[in-house]
Each structure stands twice: as structure tokens, then as C-alpha cells.
């Protein structure tokens, strides 16, 4: 037989077992695992998935085999979680067990198990622990960290009062006020809002999001392993996260040039110093790729989820103007015009608490959750979840559980008011997830949030230049992130 024929016999013979292999390890892994549509070897359930749609594909799946099943993303094992009750028995009840984090495969690709967000184990924890004692240091959750948020919300009013009602879009408006709130703890200073470094970080930052949400985007999520290494838009993605590490890195490098340890300036210096007192420690987990992952994750949520969540608000409040005029109305009542909102003025102002968390749960922002992962072999409504197994919980699915919101479709405050229009807690409200490692920074989201909001309507009254009938409220996109639609708008100084 000629050499090219045995190559052939031996390349097919090869390919076989593998097949053959991955049958095999599939069935052995599937009969102990949540129930799910078959899957084909390499590929999973790519055929049942729709990139374009991949919540809506996955909660689809979930309407034939229940709220707890198994979905295979090209050759990752998932373990899919729907609704309220089956996600707060693993993030709550069995809080443990599930509290590891999983892959996200764009930011996975730089930060691999690095930083406070996307760690395990006990790295996880001391970075966790740190973040949370140091952040809470400068002022998070403080009355410190108010007074920085009213500020940068002036420069705000003042950047729209010079757009003269001329419609814009909005989103680096907010973004940068947003950023400037984190950018002051964590690296001690503000940037100026036309400092051009700056915009182009922001843009990096809202490139890489929004790549999470697109077709391509769900494709990398299944197949990193091949994707990584070819052309397309995640080199983009890459190119973007790598410019960001760049930027941390040199704010690091400086930070180190000057460093006092007897007076820490901001959240990197105080990892530093931390660096310098556990340098003996053969097994610290402070050392240099976690200080700049850390960084980076904390600059990177902490700018791109309230601002998004904002942007959504907007538009929401456009396509429903009668919402905008009760919350004047109750800034009018509560506020009035010659102060700046406090946060305290939130306990006097049910109505605009109920649209900001409408507005969250409508927007919908990371709907299948951050990937967790079980830390062991988990007994879980009597199925055998293997250790290392993968697990999204939808966050999206608790968010519109018709268990808890009469209207999940719809945009309705009323959803968080009872019969005597006094605010309501709800449940289902989980959009900075729950369990051991829910949003560390949700108390000042919830701050931003509101401040923020009170602060604009309190002095601007918002115009689309589109009829109110021609709003689309959907989405743009919804993948790993829910982006709201691009549109423009103007403020109206109030008279």
C-alpha cells in the first residue's frame, strides 16, 4: 500500500476513536447529568442554538426539559438554571457548592483565573475580602463616596447644558461621569471629560461589551479553543482588552514610582503595600497579574454596567413620559431645586425607586448571569453534578418570572409598588445575582443609580425626536450582555 493511502487509513483510524471517544465520555457524563437535547460530538448543541438569539435559544430549551438542564456549547458542559427557585437553591441554598466562578471566553482570554471577578478558590477569597475592606476605605458605601458622586454629577449637568438641547446620543455622556466615580477610588483621580486617552478607553470598554452580545460573540463562547487563533471580530475584542491591561499596567508602574506605604492614595496603592507585606509569603496571592486584573475588572464593571443601565433608563422614560412627570413630581415634593439630591432623599421617594429597580430589571443587563462553576461533586435536585461543571444561572429568567412580576414583558414601576404606592421589595429582583458571590459594588450602582437620575430630571427634561409611538424599546442585542438600542435624545433645561 502506498505511504499516502496508509497516512489516510491511519489519519481516518485516528479521527474514528476520537469520535468514538467523545461519544463515549459524553453518554458517561450525560446519564448523571440534568436531562438535555443530545448532543454532537465537537459541536454540542450548536444546531439547537441561536447566536443571534442565545437567551432566548437556552430558555427555549428550558420550556422542554425544565428549569434545571443540560446544554452542551460546543465541547463545554453547561448546566442551565431557569427561573427563581431553581437559581436561589444553588446560589442560596447550596451557596458553597456553587460558588465558583466559570468562564466568560472573551475576558477569559486575557484575564484567564486572574483578578477579583473571574478567580476560584482561595484566591478568590482573600481578593474578594481585600477588594470589598479597601473600596469600603475610600469612601464606598460612605458618605465620602456621595459627596464624589454628586460632583462628578454636576460636570455632567454642565456637559448637557452645553449641548443646548441639541439631540445627542448619550452613552459616553455617561459613561464618562460613570467612570470618573470608580476611576476615583481605584486609581485616585478623575479625568477630564475631553481628555482623549480617556474617550478612547471608554470606547475600548464598550467595544469589548458589546462583542460579548453579538452573533460572533455567543460563536467564541463555544468555540474559543479554535476561534482564538483565527480572524475575525474577537481579535478586535483581544486588541481592545489588551490596550486596557496596558493602561492599568502603566497606572501601576506610576503608582509604584511614588508610593508611600504609611498613606495610601487609592485602591492601588493599598495593594501594593499589601504586596510588600505578604513579599515572604511563597503562596500570597498578592503579586503584580492579580493587582492589574483586579484593577481592571473594577474600572471595567464598574463603568460599563450603571452607565449602560442609565442609557436603557432613558429611552424607557421617553417611551413613557407619564413615568418622567411622577418623578419630577417627586423630586419637586422631596428635593425641590435648591439643593443636589442626597441619597437619603431615596427612603422619601418610592416612586422613583420602584422605576430605577423597573429600569434593572427591564434592562435586563447580564441576563444568563456570570458563569458559576461547583466547587465539588454536587448532589442538586437529585442529579450528580460533576466538579469543574460549568453552570449559568439566569439571571434574565428570575427577572421576568411570572411568579413575581404580573407583567415580565412590560415596562411597569408598579411591579415594585403596593396598593398604597409605597415601595415594594420584590424576589425576583436579581440583577447583581445573589449567594457568596454576588455584586460586590452593588450599593454603589444603587447610589450612582440614583443620584444620578434624580439629579438629571431635576434639572432637564428629556425630548426623543422620534413621536412616542416610534420608540422601539427592544434591545439591540442580547448575548453574554443585554445592549439597549442605539438612538438620540434631548435635554431640555427645566424653566
Not at 202 to 211: D, H, P, T, W, Y
Not at 443 to 458: D, H, P, V, W
Request: charged share 20%.
Amino acid at each position: 500500500m502506498p505511504a499516502s493511502g496508509l497516512l489516510l487509513g491511519a489519519l481516518f483510524f485516528c479521527l474514528s476513536i476520537l469520535v468514538i471517544h467523545s461519544v463515549w465520555r459524553q453518554r458517561k457524563i450525560r446519564s448523571r447529568l440534568p436531562p438535555g437535547p443530545t448532543p454532537l460530538p465537537f459541536i454540542g448543541n450548536y444546531l439547537q442554538l441561536s447566536t443571534q438569539k442565545m437567551y432566548d435559544s437556552l430558555m427555549k430549551i428550558g420550556e422542554k426539559y425544565g428549569p434545571v438542564f443540560t446544554v452542551h456549547l460546543g465541547p463545554r458542559t453547561v448546566i442551565v438554571l431557569t427561573g427563581y427557585e431553581a437559581v436561589k437553591e444553588a446560589l442560596v441554598d447550596q451557596a458553597e457548592e456553587f460558588s465558583g466562578r466559570g468562564e466568560q471566553a472573551t475576558f477569559s482570554w486575557l484575564i484567564e483565573e486572574f483578578g477579583v471577578v473571574f478567580s476560584n478558590g482561595e484566591r478568590a477569597r482573600q481578593l474578594r475580602l481585600f477588594s470589598i475592606t479597601t473600596l469600603r476605605d475610600f469612601g464606598m458605601g460612605k458618605r465620602g463616596i456621595e459627596e464624589r458622586i454628586q460632583e462628578e454629577a454636576g460636570f455632567l449637568i454642565e456637559a448637557l447644558r452645553d449641548t443646548k438641547g441639541v439631540a445627542i446620543d448619550p452613552t459616553f455622556f455617561l459613561s464618562r461621569t460613570v467612570s470618573n466615580v470608580i476611576n476615583s477610588i481605584v486609581f485616585g483621580d478623575r479625568f477630564d471629560y475631553e481628555d482623549k486617552q480617556f474617550l478612547a478607553l471608554l470606547r475600548m470598554v464598550l467595544g469589548s461589551f458589546q462583542f460579548t452580545a453579538t452573533s460572533m460573540g455567543q460563536l467564541y463562547e463555544m468555540f474559543s479553543g479554535v476561534m482564538k487563533h483565527l480572524p475575525g471580530p474577537q481579535q478586535q475584542a483581544f486588541k481592545e482588552l489588551k490596550v486596557l491591561e496596558d493602561f492599568i499596567t502603566e497606572k501601576v508602574r506610576q503608582n509604584q514610582a511614588t508610593l508611600d506605604p504609611n498613606s495610601p492614595r487609592n485602591f492601588i496603592d493599598s495593594f501594593l503595600i499589601k504586596m510588600q507585606e505578604e513579599k515572604k509569603n511563597p503562596n500570597t496571592e498578592f503579586f503584580m497579574r492579580n493587582l492589574v486584573m483586579t484593577t481592571l475588572n473594577l474600572f471595567f464593571a464598574g463603568t460599563e454596567t450603571v452607565s449602560t443601565t442609565l442609557r436603557y433608563g432613558f429611552i424607557l422614560l421617553m417611551k413613557h413620559p407619564e413615568v418622567e412627570a411622577k418623578i419630577y413630581e417627586e423630586i419637586n415634593q422631596v428635593i425641590g431645586w435648591n439643593r443636589s439630591p442626597k441619597f437619603e432623599d431615596k427612603a422619601k421617594m418610592p416612586y422613583t425607586e420602584a422605576v430605577i429597580h423597573e429600569i434593572q430589571r427591564f434592562g435586563n443587563m447580564i441576563p444568563v448571569g456570570l458563569a458559576r462553576r461547583v466547587t465539588k461533586d454536587t448532589n442538586f435536585r437529585g442529579y450528580l453534578i460533576p466538579k469543574g461543571t460549568e453552570v449559568y444561572p439566569m439571571l434574565g429568567s428570575v427577572l421576568r418570572d411570572r411568579n413575581f412580576f404580573a407583567c415580565p414583558e412590560a415596562f411597569n414601576p408598579q411591579h415594585f409598588l403596593d396598593e398604597k404606592g409605597q415601595f415594594k421589595k420584590n424576589d425576583g429582583f436579581v440583577p447583581f445575582s445573589i449567594g457568596k458571590r454576588y455584586c460586590f459594588g452593588e450599593g454603589l450602582a444603587r447610589m450612582e443609580l440614583f443620584l444620578f437620575l434624580t439629579t438629571i430630571l431635576q434639572n432637564f427634561h428629556f425630548q426623543s425626536p422620534l413621536p412616542t409611538e416610534a420608540i422601539d424599546i427592544s434591545p439591540k442585542m442580547v448575548g453574554f450582555a443585554t445592549i439597549p438600542p442605539t438612538y438620540t435624545m434631548s435635554f431640555l433645561p427645566r424653566g
